[in-house]
């Protein structure tokens, strides 16, 4: 394990040394930013409940910058404008997700995420949005049934997908009743951010806890997912799921600069048969390097079982 985790030190450590060269600061927002909803009003309404589409990507948005919102007066004594809220990390990513087109329909079945048909649309078949549901809904759902949001747990809904509905919880009570063991880490997580006397260690100690376990559940569900890719794509899935759990030991502070830079490492497509790192002509040698070190962490694990 700590040979596997220096590879990973090495990764965030690169990650570091290109800190402060972001020459426009409104590149680290995901993708429409400024366009996803901000607060419940944007949503409909039904019988008193705020009903959410998060299978469209402007809609699951609109969740994470509430959550942003609600939570940035907690952040503040670590630096303003809310740039230091360690819970940045989950929508950057999910915008890389939506900017590399990771969120659209792999089996090209439906036009669904693709820039051809309904680009806003969140394939059900796609791995990456279904691990990231698991770190978008349980996580808002949770601080929903804290204090955070000052409204009453039970009116808040999100919508089904068009298959595997029995996947996934839509609602506060559905969550607890099929993962309570990870809501209860986030509902944790979230009575931390709320004491002033944590400290950002803290934090990051608490979210990286109920992150992991966010990721862990959903893994196990939707490994099948990886036969829609190519090998060099599923393994790339697999190894990033993976790396995750290299992330929590040293304490990634997930905040909006850091995990900006770290995404710079990320393929800017999909792996297709014949990407081999670190000879891959379209990649950064950062992007490379970051490939070639994660591919190696997925075999350790796949021959040895060697994880955190």
């Known amino acids: 394990m700590a040979f596997n985790l220096s590879w990973a030190c090495v990764i965030i450590g690169c990650t570091f040394d290109s800190l402060g060269r972001i020459s426009n600061i409104s590149d680290v927002y995901p993708p429409l930013w400024k366009e996803s909803p901000d607060k419940f009003s944007d949503y409909k309404v039904e019988n008193g409940k705020y009903i959410i589409n998060v299978w469209n990507y402007l809609e699951r948005l609109g969740t994470y910058k509430i959550l942003l919102n609600k939570t940035g007066k907690y952040f503040e004594k670590f630096a303003p404008e809310n740039e230091q809220n360690i819970l940045w990390g989950l929508p950057v990513h999910h915008g890389w997700q939506y900017r590399k087109g990771k969120l659209a329909d792999p089996t090209q079945r439906a036009d669904c995420g693709h820039e051809s048909g309904d680009h806003l649309c969140i394939s059900v078949d796609?791995?990456?949005?279904?691990?990231?549901?698991?770190?978008?809904?349980?996580?808002?759902l949770a601080v929903v049934d804290s204090d955070i949001m000052g409204i009453s747990s039970d009116n808040v809904t999100f919508?089904?997908?068009?298959?595997?509905?029995?996947?996934?919880?839509?609602?506060?009570s559905s969550c607890y009743s099929?993962?309570?063991?990870?809501?209860?880490?986030?509902?944790?997580?979230?009575q931390q951010v709320t004491l002033y006397s944590s400290n950002f260690d803290d934090l990051l100690k608490y979210l990286w806890v109920a992150h992991v376990s966010s990721l862990k559940v959903a893994y196990k569900k939707f490994h099948?997912?990886?036969?829609?890719?190519?090998?060099?794509?599923?393994?790339?899935?697999?190894?990033?799921?993976?790396?995750?759990?290299?992330?929590?030991?040293?304490?990634?502070?997930?905040?909006?600069?850091?995990?900006?830079?770290?995404?710079?490492?990320?393929?800017?497509?999909?792996?297709?048969?014949?990407?081999?790192?670190?000879?891959?002509?379209?990649?950064?040698?950062?992007?490379?390097?970051?490939?070639?070190?994660?591919?190696?962490?997925?075999?350790?694990?796949?021959?040895?079982?060697?994880?955190?």
């Open 126 to 140: 796609s791995w990456w949005a279904d691990l990231n549901y698991y770190l978008s809904a349980i996580p808002f």
């Open 159 to 172: 919508l089904p997908p068009s298959e595997d509905q029995m996947n996934f919880c839509y609602n506060v």
């Open 178 to 190: 099929s993962f309570p063991d990870t809501m209860k880490k986030w509902n944790k997580f979230y």
């Open 224 to 308: 099948n997912r990886l036969q829609h890719y190519s090998k060099q794509e599923a393994e790339f899935e697999s190894s990033r799921a993976l790396f995750v759990d290299y992330l929590a030991p040293p304490l990634f502070p997930s905040a909006l600069i850091r995990t900006y830079e770290l995404q710079k490492g990320l393929p800017t497509q999909m792996l297709v048969s014949g990407n081999k790192a670190p000879f891959i002509s379209d990649f950064t040698g950062f992007q490379n390097t970051v490939l070639l070190g994660l591919n190696f962490l997925h075999k350790v694990y796949k021959y040895t079982g060697d994880s955190p």
